[in-house]
């Protein structure tokens, strides 16, 4: 693999990580709701779930599964359930304030850590592994910047990792910039209507998920 091929890649995997998805949605909202740390959590439950798509197709099953059209459906119908459920849940809920009354070292209301650590890492994981567009991105997308002619391990190795990095970079960036905003949305009544924003957005995301097929 060449520079100029890496480099072509790195700038189209940034241009996918930019672009807001149902992961993004999951770690502002979480930034938001219990801080950046715990919203790391769920950033990395979601990179499992991508490692292991990245396996699979690395060793091979991915194109079998993606020309499956009974697991890919099932993978689709999955996660459409799950996050329009995510957003119902969020929607219907009746928190009125982000803040427990604590403040932190720079005098900001603190997020109350409502949700545990494993709870975070299984949301973030689910919402990784619910997407099958994962599965088409790198059964299709890897293939291209390959060189057939070199050791294919070590060139997946590399776009796996430079994937990787990206995207946990990508998340915690959306994470952080909505840590920053946390403080206004903490002020009486507006967490009510973030959840109210957030949850919809949810639905919209797992109506959108419903639509897309394996063209």
Known sequence: MTLQTWLLYFAAVCVLVATPGPAV????????????RRALVSALGS????????????????????TSEKIFSAIKWFGVIYLVWLGFKMFRSRESGFGDGA????GAT??????????????????????????LFFTAFFPQFLNPAQAQLPQFLILG????CCELFGLMTYASFAARIAPWLRAPG???RFNQV???????AGALLATVHRS
């Open 198 to 204: 957030t949850g919809a957005a949810f639905v919209g």
């Open 190 to 192: 507006r967490a009510r």
């Open 161 to 164: 990792t430079t994937f990787i």
């Open 103 to 106: 403040d932190g070292a720079d």
């Open 47 to 66: 990179i499992t779930a991508v490692c292991i798509v990245m396996t699979v197709c690395a060793i091979g099953l991915g194109a079998a599964l993606a």
């Open 25 to 36: 949605l999951m770690s502002m909202s979480n930034a938001v709701r219990f801080g950046v």
């Open 110 to 135: 603190m997020p109350p850590p409502a949700k545990s650590f494993t709870g975070l890492y299984l949301q973030g994981f689910l919402v990784g592994a619910s997407n099958p567009k994962a599965l």
